[in-house]
């Protein structure tokens, strides 16, 4: 089955930058989506970025335009977040997630099936 493992989170100040990285064993990264999503306390995950890990297209959240940036590593089965112009309402845990792909776009963000563990981003002055 495998599973995903994010890292990279952390603290850091408004206009800040980090990479969350995501590393895949296993069967989770042939033929899928891969997705970051974050989530506030009593609030519902948000769908923040995803990409194919075929072809590439990407997709993000309005939030996010412009500021980050999903890639992948196939060697490596890893997708990474770079987060740039951090700001305080990007705080939230942000979790890696996948699904299968199954040819249509990976912005279908209730198709995420499998979830890792989650890393903790703060931007606070």
């Known amino acids: 089955q495998g599973q995903l493992v994010e890292s990279g989170g952390g603290s850091v100040q408004p206009g800040g930058s980090l990479r969350l990285s995501c590393v895949a064993s296993?069967?989770?990264?042939?033929?899928?989506?891969m997705g970051w999503f974050r989530q506030i306390p009593g609030k519902e995950r948000e769908g923040v970025a995803s990409?194919?890990?075929?072809?590439?297209?990407?997709y993000y959240a309005d939030s996010v335009k412009g500021r980050f940036t999903i890639s992948r590593d196939n060697a490596k089965k890893t997708v990474y977040l770079q987060m740039n112009s951090l700001k305080p309402e990007d705080t939230a845990k942000y979790y890696c997630?996948?699904?299968?792909?199954?040819?249509?776009?990976?912005?279908?963000?209730?198709?995420?099936?499998?979830w890792g563990q989650g890393t903790q981003v703060t931007v606070s002055s």
């Open positions: 997630a996948a699904a299968k792909w199954d040819g249509n776009p990976c912005n279908n963000w209730s198709a995420y099936h499998s």
């Open positions: 296993g069967d989770m990264y042939s033929n899928r989506c």
């Open positions: 990409i194919n890990t075929i072809f590439g297209p990407t």
